[in-house]
């Protein structure tokens, strides 16, 4: 109900290819760039196990908000 009162007050449109599928592939991608690279990421290995992996959440995030970034087209108010 609450999702129809703000919908008359707000005007949305409904894009899957902008809200599912590009964050989709992007976050695919970012994932395939990770392991590509995590070759490289072999000098954390003497970490503890919480850190190396908080270390390999982080690349991977960082690697995905670029992409989103850089994929963005900003579109003019109607």
């Given at each position: 109900?609450?999702?129809?009162a703000v ?9 899957s290819a902008n ?9 695919l991608v970012?994932i395939g ?5 995590s070759?490289?990421?072999d000098c954390f290995?003497h970490?503890p196990?919480?850190?190396e992996t ?6 991977i995030?960082?690697c995905?908000?670029?992409l989103?970034?850089l ?5 003019p108010?109607?």
């Open positions: 109900m609450s999702f129809l919908k008359r007050l707000v005007p949305f449109r409904w894009d809200m599912i599928v590009k964050p989709t592939l992007l976050l970012s760039i990770y392991l590509a690279f070759q490289a990421l290995g970490l196990v919480f850190i908080a270390i390999h959440i982080t690349l995030s960082m995905y908000m670029g989103l970034l994929f963005h087209k900003k579109k108010l109607p």
